[in-house]
């Protein structure tokens, strides 16, 4: 089993910067991808940004050239800089690792339990 434990949400004022970042809770054998995922009240969950294992990157066009996704391999940790912050911007933010916990075992998603991103002035 592993534990994804988000931290970095929070109250920003529009313009502003936050940097989430999502760390496993213990080692892993592989890690596919990494994932951050939004949800605001009323919407359905969607992607934000991904990174896979040879690190390459995806966005939602609604976030690019404003939000960064970067992992850190070492401490099995992805983290989102969000620059530039907009009041849409605001939801709960979840990340997602697509991971194989042992050699052995089979590729799976796992989700962090979500931080609060609240963009006001």
């Known amino acids: 089993q592993v534990q994804l434990v988000e931290s970095g949400g929070g109250l920003v004022q529009p313009g502003g910067s936050l940097r989430l970042s999502c760390a496993a809770s213990r080692r892993i054998f592989s890690i596919n991808a990494m994932a951050w995922y939004r949800q605001a009240p009323g919407k359905e969950r969607e992607s934000v940004a991904t990174?896979?294992?040879?690190?390459?990157?995806n966005y939602a066009d609604s976030v690019k050239g404003r939000f960064t996704i970067s992992r850190d391999n070492a401490k099995n940790t992805v983290y989102l800089q969000m620059n530039s912050l907009k009041p849409e911007d605001t939801a709960v933010y979840y990340c997602k690792y697509r991971l194989r916990l042992q050699y052995w075992t089979d590729e799976r998603d796992y989700w962090g339990q979500g931080t609060q991103v609240t963009v006001s002035s």
């Open positions: 990174i896979t294992s040879g690190g390459n990157t």
